[in-house]
Structures are given as C-alpha cells and as structure tokens.
C-alpha cells in the first residue's frame, strides 16, 4: 500500500518559517515527479511547487518564488518544502503528491497519482 504522509505544518505569525516533509512508504519514487499543492477554503486546490526524479528541474507558483524551496532526498524517499517569509495568504491546507510513472515536473494535479491526507499551514497577520 502506497503512503504519503505529510508532516510539519502547524500555525505561525507572518514572517515566519515552516518545513513541511512528505514522507512515502510502499514503493519509492526516486524515479517520479513530486510536488506540493495547496487548498484554502473556498479555492480550488493550486500547485505550490514540484520537482523532477533528480531535482534537477524545479518549478514554483509565482504567488512563492523566491520564499519557498522544494528539495528531495531519494535515499529517503522523502520530499521538502521550505516556506519562508510566510504570510497569511499561505494559509491553507497543504499536499504532497507523487507521480506513479512520470520523472518529469508538472504543475497539474492530474499529473499526479498519489496524494497525501494534507496538512494545515496557518498563517496568522
């Protein structure tokens, strides 16, 4: 059973800094594309980030460049997203996916096969 399990997200004043992890269990995708998306209420879910089997391609949502870096670890099947210079319109809940069979990066959702259960970022003024 394939898993993605987010972890790190939580509540802080703008300004602030969170690292969200996405651990996955079940099978590894050092060869797939990994992204993070996010979903505030009421908004259609949006990509943040994503990032190629080698991270050697990488892309950002303009509402975070230059705040936020996406980053892997294939050794341990896990993926990053540090959110810096948080502010309260990154407030959301956030998602992990991976892609089942493409190695290369891609800002929709439907790229993406599996999906973690999110967790909630919260960015206070």
């Known amino acids: 059973q394939v898993q993605l399990v987010e972890s790190g997200g939580g509540m802080v004043q703008a300004g602030g800094s969170l690292r969200l992890s996405c651990a996955a269990s079940?099978?590894?995708?050092?060869?797939?594309?990994m992204g993070w998306f996010r979903q505030a209420p009421g908004k259609e879910r949006e990509v943040v980030a994503a990032?190629?089997?080698?991270?050697?391609?990488?892309y950002y949502a303009n509402s975070v460049k230059g705040r936020f870096t996406i980053s892997r670890d294939n050794a341990k099947n896990t993926a990053y997203l540090q959110m810096n210079s948080l502010i309260p319109e990154d407030t959301a809940v956030y998602y992990c996916?991976?892609?089942?069979?493409?190695?290369?990066?891609?800002?929709?959702?439907?790229?993406?096969?599996?999906w973690g259960q999110g967790t909630q970022v919260t960015v206070s003024s």
């Open positions: 996916a991976a892609a089942a069979f493409s190695s290369g990066i891609s800002d929709d959702p439907g790229a993406y096969d599996y």
């Open positions: 079940g099978r590894t995708f050092s060869s797939n594309a």
């Open positions: 990032i190629s089997w080698s991270g050697g391609s990488v």
